[in-house]
């Protein structure tokens, strides 16, 4: 039987053009920081943006904007905070502060589905989505739900996270699922050689974001984190997410 709460979320996200999902295939390698600077950047150009924290295990969104979030307004639904550059932000931080969450299996797709169809978005340009990482049902579940999501890979240049970023590739092409690309976090200036890596499968390296020093003091600070180095990297690589080829 299918589960109500699909036709629902489609529903919500029927006035949302774009949703952008960021994905990793294992923990660690800026995910977040990529997820939540991107959404920041396009909020700063005047679209309307939304950010959807799904990384329960690991929620750090509302810590990168510097907000401590209690618990929502309700209209009808659950009502997004308002953030930095007028961006809407939601996620399971409002629900446990910094608690952790013990959800294991169904109950961690259980949950997703909740907080995607109880959040009443609106009309927006793009809604980002930090998805969970790793490789779980829980990624393909987002995906299939999600009409009209794009989903952008963030890995290291470094072999180990490339080989499990590759087995992502492969589970979302089972599922019929095609990654719009590869961003690169943390390149270091004297590797050069591993900014455009030799991969396995076919896929496009939108280009490489450096390892920031600076990055770490600007947690927390929105104005700082989209005015920095990070951000600056990051930004050429947002256009070709967020408008199809």
Known sequence: MTDPRVSIIRHRLGSVATVLAFASGK???GKSCCSTTAALL???EGRRVGLLDLDFH???THLILGIEPGLPAEQGGILPFETAFGLQYMGIAPFTGDRGVALRGDAVTDAILELLAVVIWGELDVLVIDMPPGIGEAVLDIARYVEQIRIALVSTASMLSLRIMERLVEVLDAG???PAGCILNMGRPDKEHSAQPRLERDLK???TVPYVPELEEEIGKPDRLVGGRFAAALAPMLGPLITPS
Do not use: F, T
Request: aromatic share 0%; charged share 15%.
């Open 27 to 29: 923990g660690g390698v």
């Open 42 to 44: 396009l909020a700063r």
């Open 58 to 60: 690991g929620a750090s």
């Open 176 to 178: 019929h699922i095609r």
């Open 205 to 207: 390296i939108l280009g």
